[in-house]
C-alpha cells in the first residue's frame, strides 16, 4: 500500500464548477501538506502549503487538513479552463521538502 | 523573482551514451537541490539530495554508478545519466529550495533513450 494514496482521475467539469481533490495518507508523522499544480511536460507550481490541521485560503484555493483522519483536500472556486492540470499532493515529516512523498495526481479537466 | 532553470527540456539519444542534465537556481544560492524522476500518470520519486560541495545522499534502489550527481557551485547541480539505456528513458525533475520550506521546481527534462 502506498504512503500517499491519490484518485488519479481524470475529472472533467464544465467552467464555474467547484473542484474537490483528495489525498489520504497512513504515515502519522507526516505534518506538512502540500498541493502542487502541474501542466503537462512542466515541473510543478507549488499552490497551497499549510502546517498540521486546519484550513487555509488563497485566492479561489482552499486546503484543509484533518490529521485525525489523515486526509487533506483541495478546493477549487469557479474553476477555469487554465486550470486544467494535474494536480499532486505532497506531505513531509519536517521542513525539508525535498523530501516530500508525493500522491500520483489528479488529472483536471476544466470545459469552457 | 527565484527561478529554478533546468536544461535541455527534451533530450532524444542513443543507448550507451550518457546525458548531462543541468539546474540552476537564479537569483538565489541554493545548498541543497533535490533530483527526481516521474513516470507517465506516477508521481514524482526522489532519486538523491544534492548537496554543494560535498557528495550527493541517493535514494535507496538508485544507482550512484549509473546517475552522476555533481553540485559544484550554490547556483549549479547537474545529473549525468550514464550509459543511458531505454529503460532509463523517463521525465527528470529538480527542485531547489530558496529558504524554507518551500520548493521551487525547474521545469523538468524529457529523455528519450532509443
Known amino acids: 500500500q502506498k504512503e500517499v494514496e491519490q484518485d488519479p482521475g481524470p475529472l472533467s467539469v464544465p467552467e464555474g464548477a467547484i473542484v474537490s481533490l483528495n489525498c489520504t495518507y497512513s504515515?502519522?508523522?507526516?505534518?506538512?501538506f502540500m498541493w502542487y499544480r502541474q501542466y503537462s511536460r512542466k515541473g510543478p507550481e507549488l499552490l497551497m502549503y499549510?502546517?498540521?490541521?486546519g484550513n487555509k485560503e488563497d485566492g479561489r484555493f482552499t486546503a484543509q487538513v484533518d490529521k485525525s483522519s489523515k486526509y487533506i483536500s483541495l478546493f477549487i472556486r469557479d474553476s477555469q479552463p487554465s486550470d486544467s492540470a494535474t494536480y499532486l499532493c505532497?506531505?513531509?515529516?519536517?521542513?525539508?521538502?525535498?523530501?516530500?512523498?508525493f500522491g500520483d495526481g489528479t488529472t483536471l479537466t476544466v470545459k469552457p | 523573482g527565484a527561478v529554478v532553470s533546468q536544461h535541455p527540456s527534451r533530450v532524444i539519444c542513443k543507448s550507451g551514451t550518457s546525458v548531462k542534465i543541468e539546474c540552476r537556481s537564479l537569483d538565489f544560492q541554493a545548498t541543497t537541490m533535490f533530483w527526481y524522476r516521474q513516470f507517465p500518470k506516477q508521481s514524482l520519486m526522489l532519486m538523491a539530495t544534492?548537496?554543494?560541495?560535498?557528495?550527493?545522499?541517493?535514494e535507496q534502489g538508485v544507482e550512484k554508478d549509473k546517475f552522476l550527481i555533481n553540485h559544484a557551485s550554490l547556483t549549479l547541480s547537474t545529473l549525468t545519466v550514464t550509459s543511458a539505456h531505454p529503460e532509463d528513458s523517463s521525465f527528470y525533475i529538480c527542485s531547489a529550495s530558496r529558504g524554507g520550506e518551500k520548493l521551487l521546481f525547474g521545469s523538468g527534462t524529457q529523455l528519450s533513450v532509443l
Open positions: 505532497a506531505m513531509s515529516e519536517n521542513t525539508n521538502a525535498g523530501k516530500s512523498t
Open positions: 544534492s548537496n554543494e560541495g560535498s557528495k550527493a545522499t541517493y
Open positions: 504515515n502519522s508523522a507526516f505534518q506538512y
Open positions: 499549510t502546517y498540521s490541521s
